[in-house]
């Protein structure tokens, strides 16, 4: 057996943090941000920033891989996860994938397995510090177990779906749901 892969073969490891989006940054107000949890669930939420902040918190050490070619290993993210919010909503029966929006152009899709899965948080600090705006300043998802493009910047919106929608690159063929090697993490 060869040695699992922690980084996936032709990646480029930088120590740098690459910014990779379309657009524009959205600018952040605590008065009028907000998340909101819907679709394939019995509960429907929303949470201000105050009611975000005072969640459970938990930390997660995660390598972020683009698929343009550069990994970044050994980020500390730090957020909330996103099962408990999925669980304080309540999944229906046809709950089958989970779509992340920043509310303006983004929008990526992940089975709802992996949403459910420990790994994968909502992010509002790396390595101790609040994020920047750039890298998806106030709150961004984070989704160790797949490429970066799947990490939602700028998330507003978390909408459960029974069918599989493309996501802003998929429907575009730039990408494909691809998973990383096993021992990437
Ligand atoms: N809202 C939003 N989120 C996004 C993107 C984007 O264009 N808009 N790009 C994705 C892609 S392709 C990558 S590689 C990562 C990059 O995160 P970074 O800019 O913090 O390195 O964000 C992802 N999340
Ligand atoms: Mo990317």
Known sequence: MPAPLRVPPGQRVTRSF????????????????????????????RL????????????????????????????RFEGVVLRDLLGRAGLRADARFVRFTDGRHYHTTIPIDLALDDSTILADTLDGRP????????????????????????????????????????????????????GSR
């Open 18 to 45: 690459p910014v990779m989006h379309v657009g524009e940054p959205p600018a952040f107000d605590a008065r009028t941000w907000d998340l909101r949890i819907g679709g394939a669930v019995e509960r429907s939420f």
């Open 48 to 75: 201000a920033w105050d009611e975000y902040r005072a969640l459970p918190r938990a930390a997660r050490d995660v390598d972020l891989h683009c698929v343009a070619g550069w990994s970044r290993l050994d980020n």
């Open 131 to 182: 994020l920047d705006l750039d890298h998806g300043a106030p709150l961004r998802a984070i989704v160790p177990r797949r490429y970066a493009f799947k990490s939602c910047k700028w998330l507003r919106t978390i909408e459960v779906l029974a069918v599989d929608r493309p996501g802003f690159w998929e429907s575009r063929g730039i990408v494909a749901d691809v998973e990383l090697p096993s």
